[in-house]
């Protein structure tokens, strides 16, 4: 029965996708090296450990809509799903190594965005955690099947400036926000009132006004 280990190597972004994509570099490995694996079916939940590394006190106040003040940390700060993903790895004996490829969102309503984007340095712990089904050739070549266990799984620290490139090849000097339809009409109208050619001075400016009925 084959019996995989499986460790992520390193990661990168994907160039000229349609979207933004993430590839992960897994290391595939049988322990039973002479054994011919067919085909490798693999579904991978990709958790955010978000205890596993410290915060400075800039990354404390961005990170305030997802966990709360600092103060309440102790009972607020959890992992989190990032995503799911999964490939089909083809026939290998021994070792090989396969691309994961995870799409990256820049929505503001999904919160392992907050997350990243609430970061300023360092890196992103990741715990892959694997299941699926292996098809390999058994000791009389007739061909079994057997599926992956849910203990299996792979930490990764990703750094956080891979992902800061990825999203600036996707959306250079941009950000993506969506907006319930009735708020994008009122902005729209409000831009047209005004004759602002931007969405940009449309924001600045309703949000100049905020800041001055704010001060008086």
């Not at 089909?88 to 929505?107: E, I, K, Q």
């Not at 992103?124 to 799984?153: H, R």
């Amino acid at each position: 029965m084959s019996d995989l280990r499986l460790t992520v190597e390193s990661a990168e972004p994907v160039r000229f996708a349609a979207a933004p994509l993430m590839a992960f570099k897994l290391r595939i490995t049988n322990d039973s090296a002479e054994e011919l694996i067919h085909t490798v079916a693999l579904k991978v939940q990709i958790q955010l450990e978000v205890t596993r590394r410290q915060y400075a006190a800039e990354e404390q106040e961005r990170l305030q809509d997802l966990f709360g003040s600092p103060d309440r940390w102790g009972q607020t700060l959890r992992s989190m799903l990032w995503t799911h993903a999964s490939v089909v790895v083809p026939r290998f004996t021994g070792s090989t190594l396969a691309d994961l490829h995870v799409p990256c969102t820049f929505d503001f309503n999904v919160a392992a965005t907050k997350y990243f984007y609430g970061l300023a340095s360092g890196d992103l712990p990741l715990c892959f955690q694997f299941s699926g089904t292996v098809f390999y050739q058994g000791a009389d070549e007739t061909l079994q099947v057997s599926p992956i266990s849910w203990e299996k799984e792979a930490k990764y620290r990703l750094p956080l400036s891979v992902w800061k490139d990825l999203i600036e090849e996707y959306y250079p000097k941009s950000t993506w926000l969506a907006l319930h339809r009735d708020t994008f009409d009122r902005l729209y109208q409000y831009k047209v009132r005004e004759g602002l050619p931007t969405w940009e001075q449309a924001l600045e400016r309703a949000l100049a006004a905020v800041e001055e009925t704010v001060r008086t």
